[in-house]
């Protein structure tokens, strides 16, 4: 193990986190990056004087990142900072009722006005027993390597009590009384590419992520974060090759032996890790006959979980508030049910869309010019799969109607007051990280996969070739990629023991 010679494919978070680690342990690691930078979905990017993160804003459960500078001996606010932003975040109904989430559970009970005289007691109940349930989620669950003693803990009594068959969607509904809060309290799921409707209930644990740890952003953007990463993987001896796309990877009697770049050259090694989704990595990048593996199989069976429309605006003046935006808002659709079906069933543009937006400059006002404001407009999309929606002709005019929406809002015309604007749809999506079908976070969580089970860590049948990043074992999001790189490399060390 100590000088195994290691190849990452992709310098996102997950390779980064896992080269960091098996670096530090004394392993030669090299990443190949197919980009001229490193982070993958984790970056920003200035222009006209505004900062813009291109996709994670926010960072919960940071002490996972203190955690693995300190497993190296160093301090992460020695290399970056975070701030936190208060309230976490906020709905906002057509109807005009709106509801926020605050970091304690009594600021959420007490600032809020519930329309259901129940729904008060409701959320204390909901949230106290996500507090009783976490640990095993968070701890067990995610923070576990997926092998035989994991399939034990599955089965285990606590595992079986929650009804993870319940879906999220179902569960908001049978909670609360008002239906804004049934669609609040079950929207978990598309936070990961999910279908609310047909995700489980496991993902109604989310809260409780930022009632114990809060949401925080870095100061300077997520290129601190991720530039940071990359010099502390450096510091432990790594090295990094930008512009070094991996086309596929070299096997040999069923063992990773390496990896070929798309300049030809081969890159021996004993083991071989993989960032990229992980739809992609067995789909596309297994250089012998796929029907041969299993795991090969496993993938092809998954669906692509949803994709995202991504606008970035800045503007030339604040934006009048009528009410705090401070945090990460969510603006529900007038009909929630056909919103979801456009994007799951039929695969077509929803043209009443969620949207989730923030505008960075409340909390950060330094990433912009003085007296301009910054808007990041999220809105999940049907994913490239069915080939529904023509990007390269409907993106303008999407965008269009997500200026209408924020614009009546705000009661001003945006259009107006636009300094800057650009946006990323699916395509942009898939080619800037290689996500298969542009899903914003793999494979689609499905009721019938145990929960939210993702492919393991560990290749079924391909010796010495891992898995980390938002498609493997625990799954997306910046905690769940931490998690799975910490997981993966612990799993390494016991394997070469
Ligand atoms: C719009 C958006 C908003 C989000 N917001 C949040 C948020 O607020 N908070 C949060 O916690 N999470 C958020 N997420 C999720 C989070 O960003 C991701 O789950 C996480 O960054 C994924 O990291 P990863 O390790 O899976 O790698 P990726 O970021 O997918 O990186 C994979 C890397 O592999 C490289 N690569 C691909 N193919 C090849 C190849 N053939 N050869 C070499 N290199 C290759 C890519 O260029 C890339 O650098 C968001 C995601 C999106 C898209």
Redesign the pocket.
Known sequence: MKSANVAV?????????VGIRLAAEGCRVRV????GR?????GSTERGGFLFN???????APFLFDQLFESVGRRRVDYFKLIETVPIFQALFPNGRRFAFYPTQEETLSLNVFWEESDQGALKTYLEENAVNFDSLFFDYCGRVVDERFLAFRNNAWFRRLDVNQSCYELGKKTFAAPELGALFGFWPL?SGGDPRRSSRLFALLPELFLRWGATVPIGGMNRIVDSMAQLFQEMGGEIRLN????NIQIMNKRATGVRL?DGSIQQADIVIS???TL?TYRE?IDSDRTKYESVRLAQERTPGMS?F?YFIGTKEILPERISLAG?NILFPENYEAYLDDVFRWGTLPDDPLIWFRIPTKTLPDQAPAGNESIIA?VPVPNTLGGRVNWAQQSYAYRDLILKRLGSLFSVDIRSLIATEFY?DPNG?AG????YAGA???SLPELRRDGQLRLSNRSKDIERLYL????AHPG??????LLG?ENTAEMIKIDFA
């Open positions: 494919i992709g310098a996102g978070l997950g390779g980064l986190a190949f990056e197919k980009n490193v982070g993958g979905l984790l291109l996709g994670a804003e926010i960072v919960t936070l070094a796309a991996v086309q798309r960032d990229v989704d992609t990048l995202a991504v990460t999220i990323i999506l800037r990280v290689g996500s914003l976070m793999s980390v990043g938002a498609g997306g999001s910046i905690p769940g990629v790189a």
